[in-house]
């Protein structure tokens, strides 16, 4: 290969611009704050990069790195310069996100770690992982023109590397120059035959500022206004469709979604009632307590996971809209008992803490069912020191186990696995792996969950149907195709006035769609229904 150019398988408001920190990175808050889970070790990249240095320094003709012309007139240790940790990390995450199917959240902050990468060199890494997997869509298409070629027919690590640099130069700050050079001595390490294509495609994507490429690239909005959108704000057009017909057809406020899924996430705690007071809490983490659910509070940044509140249990990680529709489920008006409470798909158990610290206020108790052991495990973890009980079976099993009979509990939560289009702004890299025909298998299962739901609730107590997406097919289909399927006799109660009072934005019921653009939460959407 020389070009890098083998086939291989397989509105501009999005990232922060900053001058803060060094005079090529854009400075950022701590990484923690984009995900805190672990995740993979050293980088393949790292190994190969160090495989390459003991051959040179040691090894006879076939195993020295290929000289190629891009190589011509630098020195045997330029060409095998050392690549900037920072961007070394950023690349690994984005490799392992695109060649393993990993979750950025989970593998970048281990690759931190490992590295040993804190402050400003772990914010840039941050900053490039997230703002490259957001704009992938974006990037692509203009990487495909300065190239000349689509960018499947690039082979995938000087194509991540290219991403990388196109980031740089046309999201953030860092100079051109450092943006070219940097990008071309990690194309180098990694395929040595495709530097001088990377330099080329590179300098020609710094041709033109981001406002340029996108005006010679979109189609116009006039005759294609989801194709606009889809390429300016760099979602797939099926979603960027999903979105629209959930939002009325509505495409100036689609517009606005879709600019708030491509902003950086804030980090939401969730003060576990009785054992954390929210101001307290905000005042110990230097937070400031949140907007609409009376237990969350907002962290500017940091690892939160670290935090004492949150390994003393007293506190745990929880997007705002998971607290407001759980929170809603308890507050719906029942008769009768209040003393046994059902959460049927409760893993990794953020809920499942939330209800449970609610139900020992309430001298209720939860069954927390989760079908996966090791997501069972995280559920325990969750709700250690509460009144929940956990079961590792499917939650379908309703009236088969002994443990889930029918018509014994007062209040059942149905969070149905979907496909994430909520959370965007956290796991960016769903947008581009999530696919229009992963929709027929969900929408069953979630058929299938919400009728096991109604099976379990007895008659007077209500099931909380819960999504993240706010696709059409996993929301008021859903539940319309359950409830008739079912046999059940349900009424659908207006779950409005069981969220905070004020709350702008919240439709004309009976249900509830969160939004990220209204409400600054995930895309929670709620349905509660009363069994007859």
């Not at 007293?314 to 759980?326: F, I, N």
């Not at 953020?350 to 449970?356: E, M, Q, W």
């Not at 997501?375 to 590792?392: E, H, I, K, S, W």
């Not at 969070?415 to 890299?429: I, K, Q, S, V």
Request: proline letters at 8%; aromatic letters at 4%.
């Amino acid at each position: 290969m020389t070009d890098g150019g083998g086939r291989a398988p397989g509105d501009r408001g999005g990232p922060h611009r900053s001058d803060r920190g060094h005079p090529d990175r854009p400075g950022r808050d701590h990484a923690g704050a984009e995900g805190d889970r672990t995740g993979s070790g050293r980088s393949r990249l790292a190994r190969a990069v160090g495989e390459r240095r003991r051959r040179a320094r040691g090894g006879a003709g076939r195993d020295r790195p290929e000289r190629t012309t891009a190589d011509a007139g630098r020195t045997p240790r330029a060409t095998r310069a050392t690549v900037d940790p920072p961007r070394l990390a950023a690349y690994d995450a984005v490799e392992a996100v695109h060649r393993n199917d990993a979750y950025a959240n989970l593998v970048l902050p281990a690759i931190l770690r490992n590295r040993r990468l804190q402050g400003r060199d772990a914010a840039f890494a941050t900053e490039l992982t997230y703002g490259t997997l957001r704009l992938r869509g974006t990037l692509d298409a203009i990487l495909a023109a300065a190239a000349g070629r689509d960018v499947d027919r690039i082979d995938p690590q000087p194509r991540d590397a290219l991403r990388l640099g196109a980031y740089q130069l046309l999201y953030t700050r860092v100079p051109a120059h450092a943006a070219v050079s940097s990008t071309v001595d990690l194309v180098r390490a990694l395929r040595p035959g495709a530097a001088g294509f990377a330099n080329a495609v590179l300098r020609g994507v710094a041709a033109k500022d981001a406002d340029a490429w996108l005006a010679e690239l979109a189609p116009a909005f006039d005759t294609d206004p989801i194709g606009h959108l889809a390429l300016t704000h760099s979602h797939p057009e099926w979603i960027v469709r999903a979105f629209a017909e959930a939002l009325g057809g509505d495409l100036a406020e689609t517009a606005r979604l879709l600019v708030e899924d491509n902003q950086r996430p804030p980090v939401h705690l969730c003060a576990r009632p009785g054992l954390a007071d929210p101001v307290e809490l905000a005042d110990e983490v230097a937070g400031t307590p949140g907007a609409f659910s009376p237990y969350a509070v907002y962290l500017s940044g940091g690892a939160p996971g670290e935090l004492a509140p949150v390994t003393e249990g007293r506190a745990h990680v929880q997007d705002e809209g998971s607290q407001l529709v759980a929170a809603a489920l308890t507050a719906a008006r029942l008769d009768g008992t209040d003393t046994r409470w059902l959460d049927l798909c409760a893993g990794p158990g953020g809920k499942a803490g939330l209800l449970g610290a609610l139900a020992a206020q309430r001298g209720a108790t939860l069954t927390a069912v989760e079908v996966a052991e090791h997501r069972a495990r995280l559920v325990a973890q969750a709700v250690r020191g509460l009144p929940v009980t956990v079961l590792t079976t499917d939650g379908r099993d309703v009236g088969r186990n002994p443990d889930l009979p029918e018509g014994s509990f007062d209040r059942v939560l149905v969070d149905a696995p979907c496909t994430g289009l909520g959370a965007l702004r956290r796991r960016p890299e769903s947008r581009w792996r999530r696919q229009p025909s992963d929709l027929p298998a969900l929408a069953r299962l979630q058929r299938e969950l919400l009728g096991a739901a109604l099976r379990a609730v007895r008659p007077g107590g209500v099931v909380g149907y819960v999504t993240c997406s706010p696709h059409v097919v996993e929301t008021h289909v859903s539940v319309t195709e359950a409830a008739r399927r079912s046999g059940i006799p349900v009424d659908v109660v207006d779950a409005r006035p069981l969220l905070p009072p004020g709350m702008p934005g919240l439709g004309d019921g009976p249900t509830v769609q969160l939004w990220p653009h209204r409400h600054g939460t995930d895309a929670m959407f709620l349905a509660l229904l009363r069994r007859g």
